[in-house]
RNA sequence: GGCUAGGUGGCAGAGUGGUUAUGCAACGGCCUGCAAAGCCGGGGACGUCGGUUCGAUUCCGAUCCUAGCCUCCA
């Protein structure tokens, strides 16, 4: 495998070279779990999905994407709702697990919760600040940025520009306007730990810097997340890292996803634009919308609309057209995906690039139609599916499966044998009714040379091109 | 104000110093009882202004526009 990948550090595409090639190391920045999630929490989730999966096929991989339990957005949320905050948090945990799930999301090797390593949390923070890296003051406890040479490398700002455009007052207790806090004061109703330094709670980046040590290591292969995590969560976390463990490298690819927009505009709750997973799946299959996240390039900002998920149920539909054809024939014999898809995914995971060749060879699949190449070309097509986690679906049933409250499979079958007998006797006025009666259930039906097969309407058929504006 | 991405055909979205992206939509043909699906074919594009070059959508400069970040954010 001759990956590159395009490093956030350098701003340069480079050729990823894992330290160890038996353990492949990724950390991934998971959800912070206050409310469900959206459109822009799938995108990371199954664009390192992706990447995964992909390594996989030439490394051994262990993948770790934490869990974000302490946060004072889970508190506000439990006031809100009047409920405990465990409650909160285990609610959205496990509808981010249901939402990846429906996604086709694999679960990653390791998901570490925050809540369960604040003492490992306190022992690092302890740790800089017996290095001078870290000081304590009034309850709080800050890392001291000047003390890190690099800091600014990697979202390439230098800390006296960061101050012009800040937005927050300066607390007292900083010794300098740019460094953060590891350790909080907690009230008594907030959840909070003993330390040396009060009760209280861990600071957002710190949970990080400590779950990918104690999991991966002192360092790491990929750190990766959304772009909106460079600063000040990444930068932040790798002054950390590299601070405690004596200037030895945090990671050594960092990989950041383009936002997900919604109608050119960021998703924001203050919009009132935001784009839940589990009402998408309302609309289109988890498939669909896990393609419609590969169909623009990882790095690049997509802006979603419901004209693109639609266009992905179609695309799906595409795909899975060539597959049924064939796939009476298929023994489910293993396959490699072209060398064109791997081309496409080694190059800095162009997943639209690896799409367009999975579309070639639906068209090949279509023309060769029942040859023995059309059989291979199509067994391809699923092993290339495979890495980006699409067409795992049986053929038939990703047409027929549906809705079934409208007309039951057991119907449609009855009325297709009617028609069937109405054509036979040339009765054709007769066979375009039933099929006319078909459509207005959401059924189409479409004759071939091995007789007539059906699949359900698509529920967004029909409507306009873009919505809005 | 500083930093970072972008501006490609009706839409989405890759890519390239000269040669087909791909999908959807639309159009013509084949197939079909008619459709659908499929196949074949053609049309249609690189924000604007300059520069480099035999040749630029691609490189360089300027400019306009859009989005994101600048201590809550995927």
New binding site residues.
Partial sequence: MSLSLYNTLT?RKEAFLPADPKRVSVYV?G??VYSRPHI??A??AVIFDVLVRFLRTGYSVVYARNITDI?D?INAAAEEAGVPIAEIAAENVSAYHDDMHALGVLPPDIEPYATEHVSEMIAMIAGLIESGHAYAKDAHVLFR?GSYPDYGQL???DRG????????EVAAYKED??D?VLWKPSTPELPGWDSPWGRGRPG?HIECSVMAEQHLGRTIDIHG?????????HENERAQSTCAHGGEIFARYWIH?????VH?????KSLGNVVLIHELLEQGSGEAIRLALL???Y?????WSD??LR?SQ??L??LY??LRDVSDRDDGTQATPSAEFIEALE?DL?T??A??VL??L??KV??AGDSERGLSLARQLRASGEILGLLGADPAEWFTAGDEAALGADEVEALLVQRTAA?DNGN?SE??RI?TELKDSGV?????PKGTSWRRIDQMEGED??RGR
């Fill in positions: 701003r920045c959800p912070t822009g929490n995108r990371p946060d957005k940025v979202s390439r700002r520009q960061l101050l012009d455009g800040a937005r927050v306007p740019g953060f957002w997340g959304g772009n909106d995590l460079i600063f000040p969560h996803n383009g936002f997900v927009n050119s505009e960021k998703m924001s169909g623009a390039h790095r690049q900002p997509l802006d004209a693109v266009d179609r695309k539909d595409r057209t060539s190059d162009n639209p690039k799409l367009a579309f070639d639906a068209r279509n023309r054509r054709y066979a375009d099929r189409a039906i479409e004759d071939g091109q873009t």
